[in-house]
């Protein structure tokens, strides 16, 4: 083989790896990270949403609900996260706690001003916090330690689908 052939080769092996590692790095990113609002994904509040049509790992369901209202699209829960297992679940089956104070979405990000003054958080579309699971007395529980009302699907998706 020449010289010129042997360098070819190399430089077409480093792209092909890079390539690869690419698209591995991408595709554990949509397991770590929420599919709308970028946040670290927790284990035990992991969503999978379809929204018009297209599948998507979020970080809880309250965020996959913002982003139907946000863009008048029709959302359904395909499988929601056990908060105390972190066992997948059927959103049917599920209890949910909605409007819960605790935001395992939370970011410390701040927005500030030109005098550097935080601004107001007015609006997080991972808030209230919102938290399926497996039994209706663990839900009752979380909620009257972390405010919410304990609900079915039905109840959380009242309105989600409006357009």
Do not use: W
């Not at 599948?55 to 996959?64: D, E, G, K, L």
């Amino acid at each position: 083989m020449t010289k010129r052939a042997l360098i070819t080769t190399a430089v077409l092996v480093v792209l092909v790896g890079l390539v690869v590692v690419g698209y591995h790095v991408m595709a554990n990113r949509e397991e770590a990270f929420c599919g709308f609002c970028n946040r670290p994904i927790h284990a035990n509040s992991k969503v999978v949403a379809e929204i018009d049509g297209r599948r998507r790992t979020v970080c809880c369901a309250r965020c996959a609900i913002s982003e139907a209202y946000q863009e008048k699209k029709t959302v359904r829960l395909i499988t929601v996260t056990d908060y105390i297992s972190s066992k997948p679940l059927d959103p049917k089956q599920a209890y949910f706690v909605d409007g819960s104070r605790k935001i395992l979405c939370d970011h410390d990000a701040a927005m500030l001003d030109e005098t550097k003054h935080a601004y107001p958080l007015t609006f997080d579309r991972c808030s209230p916090g919102t938290y399926a699971f497996a039994r209706r007395e663990e839900a009752t529980a979380f909620a009257r330690e972390n405010g919410g009302v304990v609900v079915q699907l039905n109840e959380l998706m009242q309105g989600a689908n409006a357009q």
